[in-house]
Nanobody, 126 residues
Framework: QVQLVESGGGSVQAGGSLRLSCAAS????????MGWFRQAPGKEREFVAA????????YYANSVKGRFTISRDNAKNTVYLRMNSLKPEDTALYYC???????????????????WGQGTQVTVSS
C-alpha cells in the first residue's frame, strides 16, 4: 500500500481559498490515479475529485465543479486540491486516497480506493 500524508487545511471565511497537498510514498506514484474525498460530521464520506495517472483527465463532484481544481506533480509524488470560493458547506475533513489498481482511469467510488491519508480539516465560516 501507499502512504499518504495530507496538509494545507485550515479555517477560512466564506469566499476564501485553500490549497491542500497530499504527499505519497511507498509505490510508483505516477502510474496510479488519485482522488480526494471529504467527510462532514454526521455524514458519509463523499467523493470530491479525481485525477488520472498522467494528470490529463480530471473528474469532479457537481458540488465543487468550477470551484475546486485537482492537480498533481508526479516528480514530487504529490497531488493537490485547490479550493476557491469556499462555502460553509465545504466544511469537512478532507482525505487523499489512492486506488488499489491501475485499472481505473478516474476512480470515484469508495471501494475503488484502498489507501487513505489521515485527513486535514477544512473549516469555512460564514
Amino acid at each position: 500500500q501507499v502512504q499518504l500524508v495530507e496538509s494545507g487545511g485550515g479555517s477560512v471565511q466564506a469566499g476564501g481559498s485553500l490549497r491542500l497537498s497530499c504527499a505519497a510514498s511507498g509505490r510508483t506514484f505516477s502510474i496510479y490515479a488519485m482522488g480526494w474525498f471529504r467527510q462532514a460530521p454526521g455524514k458519509e464520506r463523499e467523493f470530491v475529485a479525481a485525477i488520472s495517472a498522467g494528470g490529463g483527465s480530471t473528474y469532479y463532484a457537481n458540488s465543487v465543479k468550477g470551484r475546486f481544481t485537482i492537480s498533481r506533480d508526479n516528480a514530487k509524488n504529490t497531488v493537490y486540491l485547490r479550493m476557491n470560493s469556499l462555502k460553509p458547506e465545504d466544511t469537512a475533513l478532507y482525505y487523499c486516497a489512492a486506488p488499489q489498481s491501475t485499472g481505473w482511469s478516474l476512480p470515484r467510488f469508495l471501494p475503488d480506493f484502498n489507501s487513505w491519508g489521515q485527513g486535514t480539516q477544512v473549516t469555512v465560516s460564514s
